[in-house]
Antibody, heavy 115, light 108 residues
Framework: QVQLQESGPGLVKPSETLSLTCTVS????????YNWIRQPAGKGLEWIGR???????NYNPSLKSRVTMSVDTSKNQFSLKVGSVTAADTAIYYC?????????WGQGTLVTVSS | EIVLTQSPGTLSLSPGERATLSCRAS???????LAWYQQKPGQAPRLLIY???SRATGIPDRFSGSGSGTDFTVTISRLEPEDFAVYYC?????????FGEGTKVEIK
């Protein structure tokens, strides 16, 4: 079955750019929407945005000015960049597949913003 | 954006009991595009229900979803030990998709 796995630095300095990659295995990446969702420790879930395998994107208006997503179908990967990060961006970041509901999800990766 | 309010915040029940979790939307959810997820500590959320009432693949039939418009419910008919977790609702009918704050189902 399809599995998703996040990867990237676990520590980012304030004002710098957070960069994460999600690798899709067990099937082709093509023909689906892929999402990034985050969860601060002990808190709820926030949808960051999504990308289709054509490269079309939709971002949450609350983060739109700082977010960029991209996809590399040859590597079965898609990526997230969040610029000008602050401590408020500290969270577990999940990737997930879907155009409405999300299934499956990656296991998540903790990103801490700290100097 | 649509705000989802889940209640109660915490539900204390014993194995074998029935659990009823509520999700109320600040405005009608288009096409009843509402999903429910279960999250256990240290794990990613797992899809339980989509389209308000359709069970995801592999989800036991003790889980059922219902509701429409602004009021939605997920019911666990008889709690198993593995069902104690946090449950989130999510609407995907209106952009941007949003989640509720979660209901924790704990062992009494």
């Amino acid at each position: 079955q399809v599995q998703l796995q996040e990867s990237g630095p676990g520590l980012v300095k304030p004002s710098e750019t957070l960069s994460l990659t999600c690798t899709v295995s067990g099937g082709s990446i093509s023909g689906y929407f892929y999402n990034w969702i985050r969860q601060p420790a002990g808190k709820g879930l926030e949808w960051i945005g999504r990308i289709y395998t054509s490269g079309d994107t939709n971002y949450n208006p609350s983060l739109k000015s700082r977010v960029t997503m991209s996809v590399d179908t040859s590597k079965n990967q898609f990526s997230l960049k969040v610029g000008s990060v602050t401590a408020a961006d500290t969270a577990i970041y999940y990737c997930a597949r879907g155009s409405g509901w999300f299934d499956p999800w990656g296991q998540g990766t903790l990103v801490t913003v700290s100097s | 954006e649509i705000v989802l309010t889940q209640s109660p915040g915490t539900l204390s029940l014993s194995p074998g009991e029935r659990a009823t979790l509520s999700c109320r939307a600040s405005q009608s959810v288009p096409s009843n595009f509402l999903a429910w997820y279960q999250q256990k500590p240290g794990q990613a959320p797992r899809l339980l229900i989509y389209g308000a009432s359709s069970r995801a693949t592999g989800i036991p039939d003790r889980f059922s979803g219902s509701g429409s418009g602004t009021d939605f419910t997920v019911t666990i008919s008889r709690l198993e030990p593995e069902d104690f977790a946090v449950y989130y609702c999510q609407q995907y009918g209106s952009f941007p998709g949003t989640f509720g704050e979660g209901t924790k189902v704990e062992i009494k």
